[in-house]
């Protein structure tokens, strides 16, 4: 079965805090793609990275990185010096075989104090 | 980069009339699109799939003859309502998958549509 969890459902934190969203996926596939989406209250889905499954290298975006590890099946999302428009939920999702329909995780609401 | 648009962005309708959605991929062609649906504070959950030229595939619990899925050309996607209720009032955003040639992992979202049913 394939399955995407973000066991945090919330998460509050201070502006320049650093803050981590873990996502833990389950999938039989050797070929996937795993997607991190910013949802802010307007609700379009903002694309924020892809990784495929061979793809194993960590990566930064400014203040943004993730870290992919197939041992433990996790693609986790850290921001770095949170700000105020970091607020929004957001998802990861896990695209697996040869299709582009995605199966989302539940979301982690992120919200920034000033 | 690949744009999805949808349309309407919001509607309002009445119990027991029909809506249409309308997700349109503008500079690259999509044989395939998805309909997902969202209801407030949770997940997004994928409807069905939409096949250019061949009848959709439902997830499991969706009713096919409820949402209507027509993706009559390579760029556009209709999804209609039919005999709206209340408790299909939801956000609905499709997706399109970039290339002609299977899953790349190119995939584009519409903007999403937000439907009230009174």
């Not at chain 1, 041992?71 to 695209?95: K, P």
């Not at chain 2, 690949?2 to 509607?11: E, G, K, L, N, T």
């Amino acid at each position: 079965a394939q399955k995407v969890t973000q066991a945090q459902t919330e998460i509050s934190v201070v502006e320049k805090e650093d803050v981590t969203l873990d996502c833990v996926y389950e999938t039989r596939d050797t070929t996937y793609y795993l997607f991190w989406y910013k949802q802010p209250p307007s609700g379009e889905l903002v694309f924020l990275i892809r990784r495929n499954s061979f793809d194993e290298q960590n990566e930064i975006s400014g203040r943004y990185s993730w870290n992919f590890q197939k041992s433990t099946s996790s693609f986790n999302f850290t921001i770095t010096a949170s700000q105020v428009v970091d607020s929004a939920v957001y998802f990861c999702a896990l695209g697996s075989g040869n299709t582009g329909k995605l199966i989302f995780g539940q979301g982690t609401t992120l919200q920034v104090k000033p | 980069g690949a744009v999805v648009s949808q349309h309407p962005s919001w509607v309002i309708c009445k119990s027991g009339t029909s809506v249409k959605i309308e997700c349109r991929s503008l500079d690259f062609q999509a044989t395939t699109m998805f309909w997902y649906r969202q209801f407030p504070k949770q997940s997004l959950m994928l409807m069905a799939t939409s096949n250019e030229g061949s009848k959709a595939t439902y997830e499991q619990g969706v009713e096919k003859d409820k949402f209507l899925i027509n993706h009559a050309s390579l760029t556009l996607s209709t999804l209609t309502v039919t005999s709206a209720h209340p408790e299909d009032s939801s956000f609905y955003i499709c997706s399109a998958q970039g290339g002609l040639a299977g899953f790349t992992g190119e995939l584009f979202f519409g903007e999403g549509s937000r439907l009230t049913v009174l």
